[in-house]
Structures are given as C-alpha cells and as structure tokens.
C-alpha cells in the first residue's frame, strides 16, 4: 500500500504536464460556453415539446365536444 501512494506521487509530481493558468482559463470559458448552448438547446425542445403538447390536448379537447 505504501509503495502505490509513492509511485502516485511520484508519477503526479514528475510525470504529469499541468496546465498553465490561461489554458485553465481557455479552458474554463469553452466548458461555459458550451453548457450555455446546452441549456439553450434544451430549453428550446421544452418550450417545443410544451407547445406541440398544448396543441395536441386542445384539438383532442375539442373533439369530445
């Protein structure tokens, strides 16, 4: 068990390339971008799928009439 934790520790502190703050920041700016057209795209499909629905029991509403 000790000989895992020292080769881990060794491989993070030697072998690892971190990246420098701009990447991070790079980095940081593509994941937000990318989660606010998720949330785009998503709240189009439910506004969507709100309105299809909508429309659906409307005309099956007025069918029983």
Known sequence: ????????????????????????QNSTV????????????VLAMDLSFENIMAAIYKTLGNLGR
């Not at 593509?30 to 795209?41: G, N, P, Q, R, T």
């Open 1 to 24: 068990m000790f000989n895992y934790f020292k080769e881990s520790y060794n491989e993070l502190v030697h072998k690892v390339t971190w990246p420098t703050f701009s990447q991070l």
């Open 30 to 41: 593509v994941v937000m971008v990318a989660s606010l057209l998720f949330a785009i795209v």
